[in-house]
């Protein structure tokens, strides 16, 4: 399955050297979840979990209606753009959320994020061919990114750091608030055949949440020098490969297939020696060393998200064409990782010690056990009943319990050990690396599913196919995690 910060290295709990080791003694208690629903932090808690469920919520929406878009408006070969031109666009979205913030502070920023957001939507419910329904969700996705860098974002400005892994935790499962918002309503419309009204259904709680954050949010963000520069040069050249894998995919010749695997490593060379030698990094300093511990947490997040992305986007459809599901059901079935996500992190969020080493292996440990399940069960056509569909749910589950019991602790670690003075960009990172490999998973499975089958021949002899391979070669995502993960916990000894 994410944020820029506007605040000054100031705190006393983040002065010590980055390389200093932890200190030996036992860390004092977190403080109580009802810590961020009282006094002033209330309403910030409202703001920062809302701009996740708009982004969220229109994630499985789409992912549920997106069969039945594809059956009347056609551009089946195009399934997976749909998320790969969300998701990118949402990464440049996430990177001009730091500059926006600065100069338009919260409100502004917030204002902006969901009215572009509303007006993707509306070209969504309005599009006749595949060509517009990409375009609205590029706008989407730009607006939607916008919004959640900004919530992660703000975790370092309005809360105390002895909250950022509760509010890491408590953001992340606004994903689960989705769960159960966004199949229902995509399921309900498709089943009414109106999937237009999915869309035209985000645009007034677009509106309401702008009004929203406009009346709570202060007008300018604190003073901020406004004059460096955006890393517009790793940005462009991160949507550009992802988007020429993309198109590789699109045919089903191997040729094709070839020249944007080779066109995504042609533009990556030169994103690495931007990263490494240019003057805005996206990434803090040691990240792209592969003995650093930076480097380790962040292949582990990269793998976690892949894993969990190529399972969503095509589990409404395997569903619904190899097991006989409505999409409603469907839907809801696809959700059920990003609920195991959800509880993950709750149950974790507030654990700390020995727990956390047991709790971040956890997540590679069940997402392969998961992934094999699913390698074994999704490709073969079934009657529907709960006898078949029960274990697919419990092997989604899993994979989503094990990512969401490892992502707060990921995630803060990466704040607690950048460099010092690079915790703002480490902030924004975590963004960026999260929505880059959601939208390269993105590529990828629409690569290989169109590859083994999905469009050509098609039915469910070609979906069985593209099932089959999807969930064999993305296997060795978690598995290719097991070893990160424990390179992480080594090196943090």
Known sequence: ????????????????DAHAPEPATAPPPAPAWSALFTGANALRTLILAGGVVLHAVNVYVAATILPSVVHDIG??????????????????????SSRALALYGGRGTYGAGAAIFAVGAVTCALAGSMPVMLAGRTVQGFGGGLLLALSYAMIRIVYDPSLWSRAVGLVSAMWGVATLIGPAVGGMFAQARFWRGA?????????????????????????RPTT???????????????????????????????????AF????VPWV???????????????????????????????LAVSVTTSEIFVPLFLQVLHRQSPLTAGYLAASMSAGWSVGSILSAGRHGRAVPRAMMAAPVLGLIGMGMLWALLPVPAAGGWRDVAPICAALVMVGLGVGLAWPHLLTRVL???????????????????????????ALAGLVANAAGLDAPGGIAGTASAAWWLFAVF????????????????LSR
Do not use: K
């Open 265 to 268: 490593v042609a533009l990556m």
């Open 75 to 96: 551009g089946l070969e195009y399934y997976a753009w749909n998320t790969t031109l969300f998701v990118t666009a949402s990464i440049v979205g996430a990177a001009l």
């Open 416 to 442: 607690r050990i950048a460099p010092a003075g690079q915790r703002d960009l480490a902030s924004t990172s975590l963004t960026t690396v999260q929505l880059f490999c959601t939208a390269l998973a993105a």
């Open 1 to 16: 399955m994410n944020a820029p910060d506007t605040t000054r290295d100031t705190h006393p709990d983040m002065s010590p």
């Open 475 to 490: 296997s060795l995502c978690p598995l290719a995690c097991v070893a990160s993960v424990a390179r992480v916990l080594y």
């Open 228 to 262: 460096s520069t955006l890393a517009l040069g790793q940005v462009g050249l991160m949507a550009a490969a992802v988007l020429a894998l993309s198109a590789g995919g699109i045919s089903h010749d191997a040729r094709s297939a070839a020249v944007g695997l080779a």
């Open 273 to 303: 020696w931007l990263e490494r030698r240019g003057r805005q990094p996206l990434l803090p300093a040691g990240a792209l060393q592969p003995r650093s511990q930076l480097c380790a947490l962040y292949l582990s997040m990269g793998l």
């Open 199 to 223: 869309f035209w259904s985000l645009v007034p709680v677009a509106a309401g949440f702008a009004l929203l954050a406009m009346a709570v949010l202060p007008r300018r963000a604190a003073a």
